[in-house]
């Protein structure tokens, strides 16, 4: 019998990284580099039974430095851009040139509570729903444009 024959190969265990004797020993079979990279692990002592307030404090200190600086960078802000929008909502009237979040650009023929009438064109209006005006362009008639002269 060649020598190392009685060796399980390493596929047939599952763990590449060891091989069973024929007698059930275990013997390991480091591979490359495993020397090189694998240092000896140190445990570190226990502080005590409990941690103390101020480590508790120390761990919980980035959560917390997360937490406001996502609010003062995106929560607080879009807060201030919707009271915006609903203050500009709730001073829409008659003669206001609109856009809608569609891309619809139009003047302001009446208001209801939930619902405007925009006049896209001479003859033209559509219904739109007030919360859907992203833009108020003018708040008075603008000048007529050129293709409106008469020839």
């Given at each position: 019998m060649a020598a190392g024959a009685d060796i399980v190969p390493a596929f047939a265990v599952g763990k590449p990284w060891?091989?069973?004797?024929?007698?059930?020993?275990?013997?390991?079979?480091?591979?490359?580099?495993?020397?090189?990279?694998?240092?000896t692990a140190y445990a570190q002592t226990a502080g005590g039974s409990g941690g103390s307030f101020t480590d508790m404090l120390i761990q919980f200190a980035p959560l917390v430095l997360i937490i406001v600086v996502f609010y003062f960078l995106l929560i607080r802000p879009q807060q201030q851009r919707m009271k915006q929008h609903q203050a500009?909502?709730?001073?829409?009237?008659?003669?206001?040139?609109?856009?809608?979040?569609?891309?619809?650009?139009?003047?302001?023929?009446?208001?209801?509570?939930?619902?405007?009438?925009?006049?896209?064109?001479?003859?033209?209006?559509?219904?739109?729903?007030?919360?859907?005006?992203?833009?108020?362009?003018?708040?008075?008639?603008?000048?007529?444009?050129?293709?409106s002269k008469p020839a």
């Open positions: 060891l091989a069973i004797a024929a007698e059930g020993q275990i013997q390991h079979r480091p591979e490359f580099g495993e020397f090189m990279f694998i240092s500009m909502i709730a001073g829409l009237k008659r003669g206001d040139t609109v856009v809608t979040s569609g891309g619809l650009i139009g003047k302001i023929r009446s208001v209801d509570d939930n619902e405007a009438r925009l006049e896209l064109a001479p003859n033209v209006e559509v219904r739109v729903i007030k919360s859907t005006i992203s833009e108020v362009r003018a708040k008075s008639d603008p000048a007529p444009a050129n293709d």
